[in-house]
C-alpha cells in the first residue's frame, strides 16, 4: 500500500499556483519525497524530490515540514498543459516506487 | 541524449498468447523497471533489473518474466494472457537501482 494520502481532485485557475499538499505521517529518516505527475495515457514525468531540506527546480518546488510529516508541491504559475495526476511518493532509494492513487489537478482557463 | 523508449506502443492479444514488450534505457542508464497501470490507478511495480540481473519483484505471478540485456534494454515477456493483463506497461530506467526512474511512454495492451 502506498504510504502516502493525497486529495483526490484539486483545481486551480490558470496562471496562479498551484499547491498540492501530500500526507506521509509513518515516513522514515532515510525516505525521499518523490513527486511524479502524469498526463493523460502517457508515462509518469519526474518532477522533483527531496530529503529533509525544500528543493526547486525549473518545473517545481517541494516544501517538506520540518517534521518530514508532509509536504507540499507547488507549480508557480499553472498553465493548461499542468493539467494531469500528480503522484507524491515516498521512496527509500533502493526500493521501487508504491504507487497511489494521486491528485487528479485541473487547472482551469 | 535519448530518453526511455518502449516497443510497440499498442498491442491486441487473445486470452491465452503470449506477449513480449520491448523497452531502451536512457543513455547510461544500468537499471530498468517495470510497471502495470490498469485503467483508472496507479502504476503497480512488476520486477527490476539491475546489470542483468533481477533485482526485486512485486505481487506478480511467475508467467510475467524478463530479461535485461548487455546493452540495458530489457524485455517483458507474459505467457498465457488473461482478460485482467489488459493496461498499460510502463518502463522506468534509472543511472543506478538507488537513484530516480524515468518512465517510458508505455505500451497499451489489450487482452480479448
Known amino acids: 500500500d502506498a504510504k502516502t494520502t493525497q486529495p483526490t481532485s484539486m483545481d486551480c485557475a490558470e496562471g496562479r499556483a498551484a499547491n498540492l499538499p501530500c500526507n506521509h505521517s509513518?515516513?522514515?529518516?532515510?525516505?525521499?519525497v518523490y513527486w511524479y505527475r502524469q498526463i493523460h495515457s502517457q508515462g509518469p514525468q519526474y518532477i522533483i524530490h527531496g530529503l529533509k531540506n525544500n528543493e526547486t527546480n525549473e518545473m517545481a518546488s517541494l516544501i517538506i515540514t520540518e517534521d518530514r510529516k508532509s509536504s507540499t508541491l507547488i507549480l508557480p504559475h499553472a498553465t493548461l498543459r499542468d493539467t494531469a495526476v500528480y503522484y507524491c511518493i515516498v521512496n527509500n532509494y533502493g526500493q521501487n516506487f508504491v504507487f497511489g492513487p494521486g491528485t487528479r489537478l485541473s487547472v482551469l482557463p | 541524449e535519448t530518453g526511455v523508449t518502449q516497443s510497440p506502443t499498442h498491442l491486441i492479444k487473445t486470452r491465452g498468447q503470449q506477449v513480449t514488450l520491448r523497452c531502451s534505457s536512457q543513455s547510461g542508464h544500468n537499471t530498468v523497471s517495470w510497471y502495470q497501470q490498469a485503467l483508472g490507478q496507479g502504476p503497480q511495480f512488476i520486477f527490476q533489473?539491475?546489470?542483468?540481473?533481477?533485482?526485486g519483484r512485486g505481487n506478480f505471478p511467475p508467467r510475467f518474466s524478463g530479461l535485461q540485456f548487455p546493452n540495458y534494454s530489457s524485455e517483458l515477456n507474459v505467457n498465457a494472457l488473461e482478460l485482467d493483463d489488459s493496461a498499460l506497461y510502463l518502463c522506468?530506467?534509472?543511472?543506478?537501482?538507488?537513484?530516480?526512474?524515468?518512465f517510458g511512454p508505455g505500451t497499451r495492451l489489450l487482452v480479448l
Open positions: 509513518t515516513i522514515s529518516g532515510n525516505e525521499y
Open positions: 522506468a530506467s534509472s543511472p543506478d537501482s538507488q537513484e530516480t526512474q524515468y
Open positions: 533489473y539491475y546489470r542483468e540481473e533481477e533485482n
